[in-house]
């Protein structure tokens, strides 16, 4: 049963005790009930949050994200173009661990209906890339989660082992993860601070002049240092934007430029399907399973004449390696010092793979970063997207770990064009 507005105005009280609540609402977050939420009014002017986990997952999520938010000292957040939640005070409900911040003015857009343009997807683009530029140190201090490249890649081969040995999943998908993943080149990056898999709707939006800007970032609970593709694998349930979001995040970043960027986070937004699938069997749920067997169908369908690297070319390295094995010219003549000039631009950067699902036929002025959607029509069992509104409407809960899964894997291939 929820808890009254009431009862959690007086967990403020006991969080702040020189405090005084002269004002108290429900706040509706679409996080299927997993946290109790409520809006007060301090007789000090400010409005705080008060949230209070249902359940040990729950739990477990907002301790993170506490954490995460004690990391951002102030010398941190001052790097940051955008607000973060301010952390004031902890308190126990029912045993259960409640914490109060900050109250964040502001509104969300869901990832399907991201506009392209100037605006809220340049404005997102740019402020993963701000996160990402934000010192390991913040992250490492801290003692949060780190992973080098080669950790990553580790993960993802012991994830599709677990789900091979299932047997469920389509041989042809499989192929396509495993041919991906045994890609050296798709694994060259450079691990930077992540938010751990945010979204579109992670990000708070305010009309500045008339122009949507990126004004704060509620989800921080996945703060780690790993992979920067991961925060950018819901781009593939927003292909009107897509284009907007990458170029924007590329002109603002720090770190060197990463041809494989949007292939990894291709393959993380699809390997949303294999997580659910996992998930569904470690809880011994079949009616899980059957939904994440038919996501992977319809996938395998989708990408059937899709290869995730075969419009990459060769990279840098590649290269140089194809021009130590050609052989040089016998010198005649001419003794004077020459020097064979080298312009990596001349050899271009590996192109991103095509459009999902796309046909070998297909007319060249299609998009090819563009992902194609699957048809969800068949799934009775997906989840509702969250609303969109202000933070009081939106939160920055997902819903419980099953339903978090399976409404990632449909935010990123349900969208329509």
């Given at each position: 049963?929820?808890?009254?507005?009431?009862?959690?105005?007086?967990?403020?009280?006991?969080?702040?005790?020189?405090?005084?609540?002269?004002?108290?609402?429900?706040?509706?977050?679409?996080?299927?009930?997993?946290?109790?939420?409520?809006?007060?009014?301090?007789?000090?002017?400010?409005?705080?949050?008060?949230?209070?986990?249902?359940?040990?997952?729950?739990?477990?999520?907002?301790?993170?994200?506490?954490?995460?938010?004690?990391?951002?000292?102030?010398?941190?957040?001052?790097?940051?173009?955008?607000?973060?939640?301010?952390?004031?005070?902890?308190?126990?409900?029912?045993?259960?661990?409640?914490?109060?911040?900050?109250?964040?003015?502001?509104?969300?857009?869901?990832?399907?209906?991201?506009?392209?343009?100037?605006?809220?997807?340049?404005?997102?683009?740019?402020?993963?890339?701000?996160?990402?530029?934000?010192?390991?140190?913040?992250?490492?201090?801290?003692?949060?989660?780190?992973?080098?490249?080669?950790?990553?890649?580790?993960?993802?081969?012991?994830l599709l082992d677990r789900v091979a040995a299932l047997h469920?999943?389509?041989?042809?998908?499989?192929?396509?993860?495993?041919?991906?993943?045994?890609?050296?080149?798709?694994?060259?990056?450079?691990?930077?601070?992540?938010?751990?898999?945010?979204?579109?709707?992670?990000?708070?939006?305010?009309?500045?002049?008339?122009?949507?800007?990126?004004?704060?970032?509620?989800?921080?609970?996945?703060?780690?240092?790993?992979?920067?593709?991961?925060?950018?694998?819901?781009?593939?349930?927003?292909?009107?934007?897509?284009?907007?979001?990458?170029?924007?995040?590329?002109?603002?970043?720090?770190?060197?430029?990463?041809?494989?960027?949007?292939?990894?986070?291709?393959?993380?937004?699809?390997?949303?399907?294999?997580?659910?699938?996992?998930?569904?069997?470690?809880?011994?749920?079949?009616?899980?399973?059957?939904?994440?067997?038919?996501?992977?169908?319809?996938?395998?369908?989708?990408?059937?004449?899709?290869?995730?690297?075969?419009?990459?070319?060769?990279?840098?390295?590649?290269?140089?390696?194809?021009?130590?094995?050609?052989?040089?010219?016998?010198?005649?003549?001419?003794?004077?010092?020459?020097?064979?000039?080298?312009?990596?631009?001349?050899?271009?950067?590996?192109?991103?793979?095509?459009?999902?699902?796309?046909?070998?036929?297909?007319?060249?002025?299609?998009?090819?970063?563009?992902?194609?959607?699957?048809?969800?029509?068949?799934?009775?069992?997906?989840?509702?997207?969250?609303?969109?509104?202000?933070?009081?409407?939106?939160?920055?809960?997902?819903?419980?770990?099953?339903?978090?899964?399976?409404?990632?894997?449909?935010?990123?291939?349900?969208?329509?064009?």
């Amino acid at each position: 049963m929820a808890r009254s507005p009431l009862t959690l105005a007086a967990s403020v009280t006991s969080a702040l005790p020189q405090a005084g609540v002269v004002g108290v609402r429900a706040l509706t977050e679409g996080a299927a009930g997993r946290f109790d939420t409520a809006v007060a009014d301090l007789d000090d002017g400010r409005r705080v949050v008060i949230r209070v986990p249902n359940d040990a997952t729950a739990e477990r999520e907002l301790v993170a994200q506490s954490r995460a938010l004690r990391a951002l000292t102030p010398g941190v957040r001052a790097l940051l173009p955008f607000r973060a939640p301010e952390p004031l005070g902890e308190a126990t409900v029912d045993g259960m661990r409640a914490s109060v911040v900050d109250l964040m003015d502001g509104y969300r857009v869901d990832a399907a209906e991201l506009p392209p343009g100037r605006g809220a997807a340049t404005g997102i683009g740019a402020a993963i890339a701000a996160l990402h530029a934000l010192p390991t140190s913040v992250v490492r201090v801290e003692g949060l989660p780190v992973q080098t490249s080669d950790q990553v890649r580790a993960e993802i081969s012991r994830l599709l082992d677990r789900v091979a040995a299932l047997h469920r999943i389509p041989v042809p998908l499989l192929r396509r993860w495993s041919h991906a993943t045994a890609a050296d080149r798709l694994w060259r990056f450079e691990a930077t601070v992540v938010g751990g898999g945010i979204g579109a709707e992670s990000f708070l939006i305010a009309d500045v002049a008339g122009v949507p800007r990126v004004v704060g970032l509620f989800d921080w609970h996945g703060l780690a240092v790993g992979d920067p593709a991961v925060d950018l694998r819901w781009l593939a349930s927003a292909p009107a934007a897509a284009d907007d979001v990458f170029d924007a995040y590329a002109a603002a970043g720090v770190h060197a430029p990463d041809a494989a960027l949007r292939t990894r986070a291709r393959l993380y937004a699809e390997l949303e399907f294999a997580r659910w699938l996992v998930h569904g069997d470690d809880e011994q749920r079949d009616d899980i399973v059957d939904d994440a067997v038919a996501l992977l169908e319809a996938l395998s369908e989708s990408v059937r004449d899709d290869d995730l690297l075969e419009d990459e070319g060769p990279d840098v390295d590649d290269a140089l390696s194809l021009l130590e094995r050609m052989p040089q010219p016998r010198a005649e003549v001419d003794t004077s010092m020459q020097t064979d000039a080298f312009d990596p631009a001349d050899l271009g950067e590996y192109a991103d793979t095509g459009r999902l699902g796309e046909t070998r036929d297909v007319e060249p002025s299609i998009d090819p970063d563009a992902t194609a959607p699957i048809d969800m029509s068949s799934w009775s069992g997906a989840p509702r997207s969250a609303e969109r509104g202000s933070w009081d409407d939106a939160g920055d809960e997902h819903a419980d770990e099953a339903t978090r899964a399976s409404d990632a894997a449909l935010r990123r291939w349900a969208a329509s064009e």
